[in-house]
């Protein structure tokens, strides 16, 4: 199951984190893992190339099954980045709808 972690500070999204794996296909046939995979780097490419914040990204090249990032303090505020790690949100949200056996979000507003 991959786990999606929603992270905020100051009542804004400042990243995310995605663990495990969906285990809903054979590998390379994985729907939600590839929706999901999708998503989540749009999202850093957007973030990065388009909103041009700084952000910290940290995966494990080796096995998957671990991203997570999140923005720099000075970037919360930044609109467009919201509106990226917002778009995430809902689109994980979309995801998890469709494919609940395989996805779990967490909402980490502390």
């Given at each position: 199951?991959?786990?999606?972690?929603?992270?905020?500070?100051?009542?804004?999204?400042?990243?995310?984190?995605?663990?495990?794996?969906?285990?809903?296909?054979?590998?390379?046939?994985?729907?939600?893992?590839?929706?999901?995979?999708?998503?989540?780097?749009?999202?850093?490419?957007?973030?990065?190339?388009?909103?041009?914040?700084?952000?910290?990204?940290?995966?494990?090249?080796?096995?998957?099954?671990?991203?997570?990032?999140?923005?720099?303090?000075?970037?919360?505020?930044?609109?467009?980045?919201?509106?990226?790690?917002?778009?995430?949100?809902?689109?994980i949200g979309d995801v998890?709808?469709?494919?609940?056996?395989?996805?779990?979000?967490?909402?980490?507003?502390?």
């Amino acid at each position: 199951m991959i786990k999606a972690s929603f992270f905020y500070s100051e009542g804004q999204l400042n990243g995310f984190e995605l663990k495990g794996h969906a285990d809903s296909g054979e590998y390379g046939q994985d729907i939600v893992c590839a929706a999901v995979s999708a998503l989540a780097i749009s999202t850093i490419n957007g973030l990065e190339q388009l909103a041009k914040v700084q952000l910290y990204v940290d995966a494990n090249e080796q096995n998957g099954g671990f991203l997570q990032a999140r923005l720099a303090d000075s970037a919360i505020n930044d609109e467009a980045a919201q509106l990226l790690l917002t778009n995430f949100r809902l689109g994980i949200g979309d995801v998890t709808k469709n494919y609940s056996d395989y996805i779990e979000i967490i909402e980490d507003k502390s």
